[in-house]
Nanobody
């Protein structure tokens, strides 16, 4: 089983920054993709950024140049970070940490979510 624990959300003014953290424990595979998704009120959940086990990253167009995803692999855990800079009110959402496999669709785990609110 995989467990994900997120932290780091909060309230920030436009132009500010936040860093989200996600500690993932369990068993890992080479095809795992760690990601941060977000869901704004009344909108569908969308990918913000992802990173593979090999370190390749992918970003939504709306966050490119402002967000940076990174990971730190320890013996039994993987920590995934999302550095969010130049935040704007459109970034307001619940942010979810995710682990999925690039081949096995039933391997798909979510954190509980952390609220990010950007005031104008």
């Amino acid at each position: 089983q995989v467990q994900l624990v997120e932290s780091g959300g909060g309230l920030v003014q436009a132009g500010g920054f936040l860093r989200l953290s996600c500690v993932i424990s369990g068993k890992f595979f080479s095809g795992d993709i760690m990601g941060w998704y977000r869901q704004a009120p009344g909108k569908q959940r969308e990918l913000a950024a992802s990173i593979t086990s090999g370190g390749s990253t992918n970003y939504a167009d709306s966050v490119k140049g402002r967000f940076i995803i990174s990971r730190d692999d320890a013996k039994n855990t993987v920590s995934v970070y999302l550095q969010m800079n130049s935040l704007n009110p459109e970034d307001t959402a619940v942010y979810y940490c995710n682990v999925r496999h690039n081949l096995f669709q039933n391997r798909n785990y979510w954190g509980q979510g952390t609220q990010v609110t950007v005031s104008s």
